[in-house]
């Protein structure tokens, strides 16, 4: 079964909307962690936002916040005032158990921002 | 800080020829991977590394070796390359904290072709 799953293969979204990015995951280890990353088309990794699994809110690091509903195994991301630049590819990654475990990867979500 | 670097960033090997993709990092961090990246997909881990010395298999490690003779350097190596292993390479590492929370950083990757 597959760990990350990215339902959206592509989604569109005006300028200065909000956009919300979906991703669940399954695992059985009480402690994770999910992590988004931006890919733009110039191809480098770019770290976005952290939420650990027994982080008692929800994630936010400027325009970005992470949707995290534990019970449904969800941690969406939230792009507020979307804007050109934000058109990439968002990858949502889960490390399991404690620790610098390595990342598993969603196939991504192409976001694509329209003016 | 330079951060992550790769060397080199394109190469376009033969059938059956051999080469090694240099990574190196500046931030004295413990841990490093190596991720493949095929067109339209997320990122695959193929080692990774816990200290200098260390060395484990991750999803895909066919086809690949490592070894991790220093903290700075994580060299990947391909023998007899293969039409399947054409692929975007990204050399990632980050902090040994136990808390999990330590995002990976990224090289800007190594674009193969094996024709």
């Known amino acids: 079964a597959q760990k990350i799953t990215q339902t959206q293969p592509g989604m569109f979204v005006q300028e200065k909307e909000a956009v919300t990015l979906d991703c669940t995951y399954d695992t059985s280890d009480p402690s994770y962690g999910l992590f988004w990353y931006k890919q733009p088309s110039s191809g480098e990794m770019i770290f976005l936002i952290y939420?650990?699994?027994?982080?008692?809110q929800n994630a936010t690091e400027g325009r970005y916040s992470l949707n995290f509903q534990k019970a449904r195994k969800s941690a969406n991301l939230v792009i507020s005032a979307s804007q050109l630049g934000d058109s990439a590819m968002y990858f949502c990654a889960m490390r399991e158990g404690t620790g610098n475990t390595p990342l598993v990867f969603g196939k991504g979500t192409r976001l694509s921002v329209i003016a | 800080n330079a951060g992550v670097t790769q060397t080199p960033k394109f190469r376009i090997l033969k059938i059956g020829q051999s080469m090694t993709l240099q990574c190196t990092q500046d931030m004295n961090h413990n841990y490093m991977y190596w991720y493949r990246q095929d067109p339209g997909m997320g990122l695959k881990l193929i080692y990774y590394?816990?200290?200098?010395?260390?060395?484990d298999k991750g999803e895909v490690p066919n086809g690949y070796n490592v070894s991790r003779s220093t903290t700075e350097d994580f060299p990947l190596r391909l023998e007899l390359a293969a039409p399947s292993q054409t692929s975007v390479y990204f050399c990632?590492?980050?902090?040994?904290?136990?808390?999990?929370?330590?995002?990976?950083?990224f090289g800007p990757g190594t674009r193969l072709t094996v024709t």
């Open positions: 990632a590492s980050s902090y040994s904290r136990t808390s999990g929370r330590d995002e990976q950083y």
């Open positions: 590394s816990v200290g200098a010395g260390i060395t």
């Open positions: 939420q650990g699994s027994y982080d008692q």
